[in-house]
């Protein structure tokens, strides 16, 4: 028995043929992804390439997405602080690329510029239950009037949410209503938020998307591929019955356009005396950081390398010059690997500065304030210093020399004192995409799934 | 009560001030007489309580302060809230106010002149706090009401 895995990425489509009773990859082969109009050419030379022939046809054949621009939404929440940060992390959590995230009242303005935005999802939330609810019925009717054809997603306070659902669908609108993101104060429910938004990217976007020519001839396209992702490190994180998972850990992402990090892990205080604030953490948080993909935005991580001693080594014996012509270069073809020792060097230094600038981000921090009885310690996000593993995917990590040294980047550092980053953590190198094949299989093969992951992440120093 | 639903309070003590007990108590008793309350706890920054309120719909901010720091701490609310477009919410404010020995009445009228509608001093019991709320509420639900 094995599975065919096929992940469309914007420029390559990758199909991994998978032992299902030993996790095994038994074939591995990738093709360019081909023009919109017909991804499946792409994908049959993909799978032509797979040296399966012996094994006879798949048990399962599963497929995730972030091709033709991924899955585009768009959040609204009431504060930005509250329901607008639970919108946006259920968006996230479901594995979009968030376009635009809007609060309070929605204007002529925003709406307009949503209809322009073309998202496939839009997600409108706002109120506590029982809480405010005019600015989220306000906000139905001008969606409702709007030229917008985006599935729309309530998952808002849910006392209006017929009447919000009736004046969206009185307008042709297509509305689907889900729990609340923020029920009440202090309680983050984002799980049926990221539930319907794969259903809905399985029913409707990928339609829309023209994949479902790719869907009848070669594999089911049932997630877009963070999402995937995200569903590895979970299962890798928590096990199954059988087998025990591998306890709290960090997946980092190091993409072209963005960088991506996942962390699976509860994250409260593990210092004493210290006080939790803030919005409640998803324990499976997904951050994106669109300014540090190690191509698109070559040249703005560059003037980071430059002005941090820490990874300024990277640029030791590169002319000024070529580092501003390198760095262009790299956003104009972004699918180039580096051919000579200065280009790696310098891909190698991008790579760790994504890395470092995206967890920091994602990490939650110390905030000391001085009263009357000395300071008090406030942690706002995940506590993540005792996560246990870090791995590192995406193509740096299979390519680069230095690949463990970028994924050090990711670690505690002595002048930041209070990032509440990993100190102490084993790193791994997925060197050959395993996590999202394992996201695709969690579901339906949990254990097949695990067994990929233990057989595929190398550990590295 | 003259609305269909409980009245909903939004509870918390302000600035870096972690005296927990007086907030719990008070959180506790209101929760008894029936009102719907969402207790922010300890060091809660006017920025919170503001989009606590506005999330909740809430009818009324009481405010705790119990380390002296109250006038720093609690400077602006007021105006905070009009910006935030929930100006008239009824607010009340207790505990130990300022450092030192005062005449209360100096005390309330200074925390009056920033837009509390209530002071309450040292020693409050949780009954006065919910007489105080019954008739106020009240009071604002009858002008609600007379307005065509």
């Known amino acids: ?461 | 009560m003259a609305t269909s639903r409980p009245y909903t309070l939004i509870l918390g003590v302000i600035g870096a001030d972690v005296h927990v007990i007086g907030i719990t108590i008070l959180a506790h008793a209101l929760r008894e007489a029936g009102f719907n309350v969402v207790n922010l706890g300890i060091m809660v920054s006017q920025e919170e309580f503001i989009a606590a309120a506005i999330e909740v719909d809430a009818d009324a901010l009481l405010v705790s302060s119990l380390y002296g720091h109250g006038e720093i701490d609690a400077e602006g609310l007021r105006d905070h809230c009009r910006e935030a477009g929930i100006g008239d919410i009824l607010m009340y404010l207790g505990g130990n106010l300022v450092v030192g020995k005062h005449d209360f009445k100096e005390v309330e009228s200074k925390f009056r002149d920033m837009g509390f509608d209530r002071v309450f001093p040292p020693g409050t019991l949780p009954d006065d706090v919910l007489a105080w709320l019954n008739s106020d509420l009240a009071s604002r639900a009858a002008r609600v009401e007379e307005t065509p």
């Open chain 1, 1 to 461: 028995m094995w599975a065919l895995l096929c992940d469309f990425g914007s420029t390559f489509t990758k199909t991994r043929a998978v032992d299902l009773g030993t996790g095994e990859v038994i074939a591995a082969a990738q093709a360019p992804t081909t023009a919109r109009s017909d991804l499946s050419e792409g994908l049959g030379r993909a799978i032509s390439a797979l040296d399966v022939e012996a094994s006879g046809e798949p048990a399962v054949r599963l497929a995730c997405s972030s091709a033709a621009g991924g899955l585009g939404m768009v959040a609204i929440g009431l504060t930005p602080t509250l329901t607008g940060e639970a919108a946006r992390q259920a968006a996230l959590g479901a594995g979009a690329k968030l376009l635009r995230s809007y609060s309070h009242r929605l204007t002529r303005a925003d709406v307009a510029e949503l209809e322009q935005l073309a998202a496939d999802i839009v997600l409108l939330a706002g109120g506590t239950d029982g809480g405010e609810s005019t600015i989220i019925l306000g906000n139905a009717r001008m969606l409702a009037a709007s030229a917008l054809s985006a599935v729309i997603v309530y998952a808002g306070n849910r006392q209006c949410a017929d009447d919000a659902a009736e004046v969206l669908r009185a307008h042709g609108k297509h509305v689907e209503v889900v729990e609340n993101v923020l029920p009440e104060l202090g309680v983050l429910n984002i799980e049926p938020t990221r539930e319907i938004i794969r259903q809905m990217f399985m029913r409707h976007i990928v339609h829309a998307k023209g994949l479902d020519g790719v869907q009848a001839r070669f594999a089911d396209v049932v997630m877009p591929t963070p999402m995937a992702v995200l569903e590895g490190a979970k299962l890798l994180a928590e096990g199954m019955a059988r087998r025990v998972g591998w306890g709290d850990l960090i997946v980092v992402d190091v993409g072209g356009a963005t960088t991506d990090v996942h962390s699976v892990a509860e994250g409260t205080p593990s210092q004493p005396g210290v006080v939790w604030k803030g919005l409640p953490q998803s324990r499976v948080k997904r951050t994106v950081e669109g300014d540090l993909g190690i191509r698109i935005n070559a040249s703005t991580i560059a003037e980071r390398l430059r002005g941090d001693r820490k990874w300024r080594h990277h640029l030791e014996g590169l002319e000024e010059s070529w580092i501003d012509e390198q760095a262009a270069s790299l956003a104009r073809t972004v699918e180039r690997l580096p051919a000579s020792a200065a280009e790696r060097s310098f891909d190698a230094g991008l790579a760790a500065a994504a890395v470092d600038i995206a967890v920091s981000r994602h990490a939650g921090r110390i905030e000391r304030y001085w009263g009357p009885d000395g300071a008090v310690r406030v942690q706002r996000g995940k506590d993540l210093s005792s996560v246990r593993s870090i791995v590192g995917t995406g193509g740096i990590f299979a390519h680069s020399e230095d690949a463990a040294g970028v994924l050090r980047a990711a670690l505690y550092r002595s002048d930041e004192p209070d990032v509440l980053r990993p100190r102490d953590p084993r790193l791994f190198l997925d060197s050959e995409y395993a996590m999202a094949s394992a996201g695709l299989l969690a579901r339906a093969y949990p254990e097949s799934a695990l067994m990929l992951l233990e057989r595929t992440l190398k550990e590295t120093a």
